[in-house]
């Protein structure tokens, strides 16, 4: 059975940083695609970034340049460095996991809890 802890939101103000963290387990982060979502107050979930086969990644447009998605493989984690935040960033972030090597957002399998991310302004 697949288990996604995140850890590591909270509030920060417009123009700072927080580095997301996703461990693992029941599943093997080297081998497999994961990635990140969020969802804000009356909005539906989005994909915000992926990593996969060979440490390929994907982003959502909006946070290119600003976010990035790592993996430490001993560790059994996945990170989200995001930097240059923004109010608009306030959501909930979520870990996502497939049982794939290149990510496809339809076919996640498994979900952390989620992690709050309070931008202030």
């Known amino acids: 059975q697949v288990q996604l802890v995140e850890s590591g939101g909270g509030l920060v103000q417009a123009g700072g940083s927080l580095r997301l963290s996703c461990a693992a387990s029941?599943?093997?982060?080297?081998?497999?695609?994961m990635g990140w979502f969020r969802q804000a107050p009356g909005k539906d979930r989005e994909f915000v970034a992926a990593?996969?086969?060979?440490?390929?990644?994907n982003y959502a447009e909006f946070v290119k340049g600003r976010f990035t998605i790592s993996r430490d493989n001993p560790k059994n984690t996945i990170y989200l460095q995001m930097n240059s935040l923004k109010p608009e960033d306030t959501a909930v972030y979520y870990c996502?996991?497939?049982?794939?090597?290149?990510?496809?957002?339809?076919?996640?399998?498994?979900w952390g809890q989620g992690t709050q991310v309070t931008v202030s302004s």
């Open positions: 996502a996991g497939t049982d794939r090597i290149y990510w496809r957002e339809n076919l996640v399998d498994s």
């Open positions: 029941g599943r093997t982060v080297r081998i497999y695609a």
């Open positions: 990593i996969g086969w060979r440490d390929a990644t």
